[in-house]
């Protein structure tokens, strides 16, 4: 069974920075692409980064330039660094092997003053 379990978020100030991390059992964790997903109130769920089994990356515009995706194979975790966070960022924040598993509970990033 393909599970996630993410962790790290929390309440911080426009501008701050905060460092989620997605821990994923039930794969080969290394040969999957591992996205990061988020879910605002009211929203639709909406696509923010990914990093492929060769470590390459892509990311939204909306979070390009400011979120680093990255992962450890060892670990079997993949982190998301996100700086110059913004009110719009808050949402529930959730990670998944694309095409795999169901998703996890999330965790919460609240940007705000």
């Known amino acids: 069974q393909v599970q996630s379990v993410e962790s790290g978020g929390g309440l911080v100030q426009p501008g701050g920075s905060l460092r989620l991390s997605c821990a994923v059992a039930?794969?080969?964790?290394?040969?999957?692409?591992i996205g990061w997903y988020r879910q605002a109130p009211g929203k639709q769920r909406e696509y923010v980064a990914q990093?492929?089994?060769?470590?390459?990356?892509l990311y939204a515009d909306t979070v390009e330039g400011r979120f680093t995706i990255s992962r450890d194979n060892a670990k079997n975790t993949v982190y998301l660094q996100m700086n110059s966070l913004r009110p719009e960022d808050t949402a529930v924040y959730y990670c998944?092997?694309?095409?795999?598993?169901?998703w996890g509970q999330g965790t919460q990033v609240t940007v705000s003053s």
């Open positions: 990093i492929l089994s060769s470590g390459s990356t």
């Open positions: 998944k092997p694309v095409g795999r598993g169901t």
């Open positions: 039930g794969i080969i964790f290394s040969s999957y692409t």
